[in-house]
């Protein structure tokens, strides 16, 4: 079992930048895949990015790709998502997530197991 913690989240003006943090527990953080969600108010929750348990391989949702990065380190059990050139539509509150998984990609919240609390990301125009 994991248990994650975001953190990072903030206001920030558009065109600027966030790196939010996503610290995880346990010591099988390396046997996890990671991916990074949001939602904004009234919407569902949507897929921002995802990485490998190894960090070989990632993707991310076409509405970031260029913008934002994802990426961990499993020494420090943690992953992160550099986000910039921040627009005022990327207001939501992100969430990190993990699933056990020895392949590929999640892009389905439903695929994910173990969530964060979720940090709050305030992009202003």
């Known amino acids: 079992q994991v248990q994650l913690v975001e953190s990072g989240g903030g206001l920030v003006q558009a065109g600027g930048s966030l790196r939010l943090s996503c610290a995880a527990s346990g010591r099988t953080f390396s046997r996890y895949a990671l991916g990074w969600f949001r939602q904004a108010p009234g919407k569902e929750r949507e897929f921002v990015a995802a990485?490998?348990?190894?960090?070989?391989?990632?993707g991310s949702a076409d509405s970031v790709k260029g913008r934002f990065t994802i990426s961990r380190d499993n020494a420090k059990n943690t992953a992160y998502l550099q986000m910039n050139s921040l627009k005022p539509e990327d207001t939501a509150v992100y969430y990190c997530?993990?699933?056990?998984?020895?392949?590929?990609?999640?892009?389905?919240?439903?695929?994910?197991?173990?969530w964060g609390q979720g940090t709050q990301v305030t992009v202003s125009s």
């Open positions: 997530a993990a699933r056990l998984s020895a392949y590929g990609l999640g892009y389905l919240a439903t695929e994910y197991s173990y």
């Open positions: 990485i490998t348990w190894s960090g070989s391989s990632t």
